[in-house]
């Protein structure tokens, strides 16, 4: 490479113009994927502590939120829920009349050009806030859980559900899952793999925010551990052999080297989540005028493109989606 003076990089950086020319990263509102957290009830519209600017909908008011997402142009949603009832094995979580349920069908019939994302797990849903069926004492039986997740999924599209994101970290699940909607009239749904979920402390805001804290033990037994990459590109594969559309690496912002190292390895579209101890800790600071929100936000966002995601789930999405417009 021919060095300096001949070649001085400062010369397409002097105008904002000359630096969009040569712009290798962008961020565009398609890129987004809104999480929203549906609860039992009427007339609620609370906001998350630990997550502040994201709030508890009921289904009644959910279509506050909804017109926002639409008119930002966000294209897709991923929806939680806080049951009514919990027990050992979770089966509210396939219940019909729960939350999750009757989002889909709302917004399936007043949003139709909007993609619904439903999360597929247990842990809100059991007693023990573990991802599955309990035996001897805090480990979940993984073969058990399989046929229970299988009928989450398909409740969920039954609703009307366009993608299905598993995230529970059980062996197999994609191929039970898979195998659950293709034998039910839905093998043209997705599913997006949560296929590198690491065991992470960046957590902890959402478990307070969907109740689904563990009440004993930890989930170190079937999410990966953070020292871990090698093992990452194998779960990946695993999950793309059984059926994956589209794979995800969780949380996203301490893990980049796995994101690049995945984009890199697979023909799959990637997604990644910007979890909620990495969005409360901006708002945090933020709160406290110790950073520029919009910077930081803009910058972590170009930090998970220029990795290699496709998609990025995150909960500052409402914000980018108005920034890159200009408000």
Known sequence: MTGFPIYRPRRTRATENLRAMVRETTISVKDLIYPIFVVPGNNIKH????????????????????????????PAVLLFGVPSYKDAVGSSAWDMQEPVQQACKLIKAQYPDIVIITDVCMCEYTDHGHCGVLERGCTVNNDET??????????????????????????????????????????????????????????????????SAPSAGDRKGYQMDPANSEEALREVALDIEEGADVIMVKPALAFLDVVQRVHETFNRPLCVY???GEYA????????????????????????????????????????????QGE
Not at 179 to 186: I, S
Not at 306 to 318: E, P, S
């Open 281 to 324: 800790m901006v708002k945090a600071a933020a709160a406290k005028g110790w950073i520029d929100e919009k910077r930081i936000v803009m910058e972590t966002m170009l930090g998970f493109k220029r990795a290699g995601a496709k998609m990025i789930i995150t909960y500052h999405a409402l914000d980018v989606a108005k920034w890159l």
């Open 47 to 74: 906001e998350i502590e630990s997550l502040p600017g994201n709030y508890h909908w009921s289904i009644d008011r959910l279509s506050e939120c909804m017109d926002e997402v639409a008119a930002l142009g966000i």
């Open 274 to 276: 910007n979890v909620s």
């Open 146 to 211: 399989l046929p229970l997740l299988a009928k989450v999924a398909l409740s969920h599209c039954q609703a009307g559900a366009d993608m299905i994101a598993p995230s529970n970290m059980m062996d197999g699940y994609v191929r039970v899952i898979r195998e659950a909607l293709d034998t039910n009239g839905f093998n043209h749904i997705p599913i997006m793999a949560y296929s590198a979920k690491f065991a992470s402390a960046y957590y902890g805001p959402f478990r307070a925010a969907a109740d």
